[in-house]
Nanobody
Framework: QVQFVESGGGLVQAGGSLRLSCVAS????????IGWYRQAPGKQREFVAR???????GYTDSVRGRFTISRDNARNTVYLQMNSLKFDDTAVYYC?????????WGQGTQVTVSS
């Protein structure tokens, strides 16, 4: 079973940037589409962005134009570049397949945006 390890979160002021990394235990080319998801306190986990093996991307409306998802198949890694961060981006960020089928989810990485 493939496993994902998320990293790169932290505390950043509004308007700042962070780059999250998701390292897979298998070749990302063999996994298929991979997505980033997030869960804020008191809210359900939501889809953020996805990237196909060939690099095709998709985003939820609230992050389109600010976030960029990419993948480096040689390094088994998917990235999420987050720019112009807002307070409402505060959440624990997770990666998984898209659609998400890997259980259990990883520990995620905390992103906290201060006003």
């Amino acid at each position: 079973q493939v496993q994902f390890v998320e990293s790169g979160g932290g505390l950043v002021q509004a308007g700042g940037s962070l780059r999250l990394s998701c390292v897979a235990s298998e070749r990302t080319f063999n996994i298929g589409a991979i997505g980033w998801y997030r869960q804020a306190p008191g809210k359900q986990r939501e889809f953020v962005a996805r990237v196909s093996p060939g690099g095709s991307t998709g985003y939820t409306d609230s992050v389109r134009g600010r976030f960029t998802i990419s993948r480096d198949n040689a390094r088994n890694t998917v990235y999420l570049q987050m720019n112009s961060l807002k307070f409402d981006d505060t959440a624990v960020y997770y990666c998984n397949t898209h659609p998400p089928i890997i259980i259990p989810w990883g520990q995620g990485t905390q992103v906290t945006v201060s006003s």
